[in-house]
């Protein structure tokens, strides 16, 4: 079972910042990784996607979209920077990653097979 492990989360002020981690075995961050997010009642939501193999290539969620910014480094760690935090970005989020070719970075949580167990963000207003 492919261990995936998040961190980094916390609780903020509106209109300020967080970055998040996600840290996992070499083989598993060269494919599409993601970001999703989930509160109670509600699905989890596609945030932010990345091929790791050409990490240009990523897609937000219009929802984030100029506020949160998708990385990996050469350290197998997957980040997610958020900025301009808002009270409904409070959530927890969860990294996830899809095995095989990034064809195409997807913000669909059924495409992931692999998931960390969370951590919480929390934005006060």
């Known amino acids: 079972q492919v261990q995936l492990a998040e961190s980094g989360g916390g609780s903020v002020q509106a209109g300020g910042s967080l970055r998040l981690s996600c840290v996992g075995p070499?083989?598993?961050?060269?494919?599409?990784m993601g970001w999703f997010r989930q509160t109670p009642g509600k699905e989890r939501e596609g945030v932010a996607s990345?091929?790791?193999?050409?990490?240009?290539?990523v897609r937000y969620a219009d929802s984030v979209k100029g506020r949160f910014t998708i990385s990996k480094d050469n350290t197998n760690t997957l980040y997610l920077e958020l900025n301009n935090l808002r009270s409904e970005d409070t959530a927890v989020y969860y990294c996830?990653?899809?095995?095989?070719?990034?064809?195409?970075?997807?913000?669909?949580?059924?495409?992931?097979?692999?998931w960390g167990q969370g951590t919480q963000v929390t934005v006060s207003s």
């Open positions: 996830a990653a899809k095995p095989g070719i990034c064809w195409i970075p997807s913000l669909v949580e059924s495409d992931y097979t692999h």
């Open positions: 070499g083989s598993t961050l060269r494919s599409c």
């Open positions: 990345i091929d790791s193999e050409s990490p240009g290539r």
